[in-house]
């Protein structure tokens, strides 16, 4: 028999796995860092100097007739607006690098040259997922706090409903599970399809859909708050709240539509007794974040339970 | 023979997709450590699989192959693979490159020897992997497996892009390595007279299945080369091939019993023994003894 090439030292170094993966993805690595650097920065001039400006603009400009949209104003609504459009997308962008990356890899056969070397391919796929990961999770929750920041100080309150799509997107938690879905789906997609285009655009396709499904279920994930009228106060919904069904009440109480609008007549011969509204008022904001995070974590986590079991089963 | 093979395969197969045909099938065979083996066969036979399938890339649709005594999965420390189109960061410098292997191996790896091994085709640590030739990628993914130190060298048609220079230069860095940490060494080629001088083991390959397996030496002695008049019968001994020219029958034989003194015999050479079996599939496959699974 032959001699061992080595003999193996007692408390080996372990692979770092880690270290080549941010050396590999440095390109995106400084890419994500300007775009979160300048997402950051607008935030924060908005906050300061920008909300100051607009602030006062809005003061000056509005009047009993209406209001001028000066530039201060404009300016510090783009660049909360760059803000929202930054969070919203950073998880398809997630998807699409994850498809286009893992997907190159195995296309071109370097993540055999991984796998040979001592790191596993599940470790190799874990690794790969869990830095991105983190500097994603990182540089959102920066996002999402700053946002927060220059929501709460409300300085120009023109179209700035915490109900709104992009506003309550880029407010809370669902914000840092996105990513996390987007890179699990450009993982998966890569290991079905092995090869990056393709990959890319499953990868994001999948994460659309998911997102607008449950942009569709969002009022849904928590009970509506039902508020009722008389037929003389009519719909009684409060200011600020996210409106969901609404309709005119019977003598049996029953909830039907309301056809009738505002002829009195006419609702006397439905026998309409009353109205009423289903709302989300703004004290619903955190359950209604925190079931959809649950809900995007979830599937986060089937996707990467599908995308290890894939890959597992191919290698040995 | 006793210890650990260095890879042992028992009625493995691998299909690639549920309706795919059969890349490899029924492979059983043992190769002891130690050894230079040369996995030879024509295109297509099975070869990357095979060595994909014992570097562990690849999972066994059925049967099982074992490596330094254990799963593909859990000897990767140990074990270095080259694949046949040396895949590497193209974005990567050479010194980067080096440094990547560091971080995805343990302190087994041995920078030393992969500097040596680039410095030695004077290669620029600073060039992007994407400007090198296929001969200096090959060098590189050579200094990426030896720098490992490997117990067992996996290398899938390891001279495909290299002129005959750096071939030369090539084979002499992996005998050194053989000689030296008594690597065993497993490479695959479809040209048989490459691998001769260098190699002392043979797994021939063909149609997915293993079709030789053996010390070259003790192939080589049990088959002989015949020339006999034609109409001779060759009963009882196997045949692997024989053709009739004229008057004259040349066989290719494995003699069970002292061979018919009137008959012409020489020794065959490797390749022709190779290209026998291959131009004859139905002649039955053979393992020498201490290479019998």
């Known amino acids: ?78 660049a909360r607006a760059a803000a929202e459009f930054l969070i919203a997308i950073t998880p398809y962008v997630a998807a699409a690098a994850a498809g286009a990356l893992i997907g190159r890899e195995l296309e071109n056969g370097t993540a055999g040259l991984a796998w040979t070397q ?51 997107s880029a407010n809370g938690t669902i914000a840092l599970a996105y990513p996390l879905l987007g890179l699990a789906a450009g993982a998966l997609a890569a290991l079905l399809l092995r090869r990056a285009v393709p990959a890319l655009v499953l990868g ?52 039907v539509s309301d056809t009738c609008f505002t002829d009195r007549t006419c609702a006397k011969a439905f026998d309409v007794t009353g109205y009423y509204v289903d709302y989300h008022p703004a004290s619903h904001f955190w359950p209604l974040q925190l079931m959809e995070t649950g809900i995007v974590l ?11 079991t894939l890959l597992r089963r191919r290698t040995a | 023979m006793t210890g650990t093979a260095a890879i042992e395969a028992a009625a493995l197969g691998k299909r690639f997709g549920r309706r795919g045909g059969w890349a490899l099938r029924d492979c059983a065979f043992r190769l002891p450590a130690g050894r230079v083996c040369a996995v030879v066969g024509p295109n297509g036979a099975g070869k990357s699989t095979l060595l994909a399938l014992a570097a562990g890339l690849l999972a066994p649709t059925e049967g099982a192959i074992s490596v330094l005594g254990t799963v593909p999965g859990a000897a990767r420390e140990r074990v270095a693979y080259v694949a046949q189109d040396k ?113 002392d083991h043979l797994l021939l390959i063909g149609g997915g299945r293993v079709r030789l397996a053996g010390e070259i030496d003790e192939l080589l002695a049990a088959h002989v080369r015949v020339s006999a008049p034609a109409q001779t019968a060759l009963e009882p001994h196997p045949v692997v091939e024989s053709r009739t020219t004229g008057r004259q029958l040349s066989a290719l034989l494995r003699p069970s019993t002292p061979l018919d003194t009137d008959w012409h015999t020489s020794k065959p050479s490797l390749e022709e023994l190779v290209l026998s079996y291959l131009r004859n599939p139905e002649a039955s496959a053979i393992e020498t003894p201490e290479t019998a699974a």
């Open chain 1, 298 to 308: 979830g599937a986060t986590a089937l996707t990467l339970t599908l995308a290890f």
């Open chain 1, 1 to 78: 028999m032959t001699a061992l090439a080595t003999v193996p030292t007692a408390h080996p170094r372990p692979a770092r796995p880690w270290r080549s993966v941010l050396r590999l993805q440095r390109g995106l690595l400084i890419v994500w860092s300007v775009i979160f650097t300048a997402g950051s920065g607008a935030l924060l001039w908005a906050y300061g100097p920008g909300g100051s400006a607009a602030a006062a603009a809005w003061k000056t400009k509005c009047s009993v007739h209406g209001c001028d949209w000066s530039a201060p104003i404009t300016n510090y609504h783009l």
């Open chain 2, 87 to 199: 895949p590497l960061y193209p974005q990567l410098t050479v010194a980067e490159t080096l440094r990547m292997g560091a971080d995805l191996n343990t302190d087994r790896w041995d920078a030393s020897v992969a500097q040596r091994v680039v410095a030695d085709g004077d290669l620029n640590p600073k060039s992007r992997i994407r400007t090198l030739s296929g001969g200096q990628c090959t060098r590189v993914a050579l200094a990426l497996a030896l720098a490992k130190r490997p117990e067992l060298l996996l290398l899938d048609e390891p001279m495909a892009d290299l002129d005959p220079l750096a071939r030369h230069e090539m084979m002499g860095l992996l005998m050194a390595q053989a000689a030296e940490f008594g690597t065993t060494i497993v490479m695959s080629s479809h040209v048989v007279a490459e691998l001769e001088d260098s190699c």
């Open chain 1, 118 to 168: 001592s790191v596993s391919p599940t470790r190799w796929l874990a690794t790969g997922l869990a830095v991105p990961a983190a500097l994603l999770t990182a540089g959102t929750t920066v996002l999402v706090l700053l946002h927060r920041l220059l929501y709460d100080a409300h300085q120009v309150p023109v179209t700035w409903n915490w109900w709104s799509d992009r506003t309550f």
């Open chain 1, 204 to 255: 994001a396709v999948a994460t659309a859909l998911v997102h607008a499904v449950l942009g569709l279920a969002r009022p849904h994930l928590w009970p509506w708050v039902t508020r009722t009228g008389s037929v003389s106060t009519g719909y009684n919904a409060p200011p600020n709240v996210l409106l969901g069904d609404q309709g005119a009440i019977t003598a049996t109480g029953a909830h």
